[in-house]
């Protein structure tokens, strides 16, 4: 089991609509999302090209660790099982 800073992990969440995932801006915690969340709610204007359906999905950083973000995955379907 490794354990990462949480200076390093990404937060991600899946659109219920139309079921891309976007990423939030650092500081977001993920516990305050709201059941339902949709590309429209991003609060970082940085993302503002991602807060439309209509826009491509956010491609990871080809410098992003790549294990932050599997581990990250897992923790987003972690959530969203349990909700």
């Known amino acids: 089991h490794t354990e ?3 200076s390093h992990f ?4 899946q659109c219920d ?7 939030l801006p650092d500081g977001i915690n993920y516990r305050g999302l709201p059941e339902q969340w949709f590309c429209h709610m991003n609060p970082d204007p940085q993302f503002s090209c ?10 990871e950083d080809s410098d992003d660790d790549q294990h932050t ?11 969203i099982f349990i909700h």
């Open 4 to 6: 990462y800073p949480e």
């Open 10 to 13: 990404m937060t991600w969440v």
């Open 17 to 23: 609509k139309c079921l891309k995932w976007r990423r």
């Open 50 to 59: 991602f807060r439309s359906c209509k826009a491509e999905e956010e491609p």
């Open 69 to 79: 973000f599997v581990t990250t995955l897992v923790l987003l379907q972690w959530i």
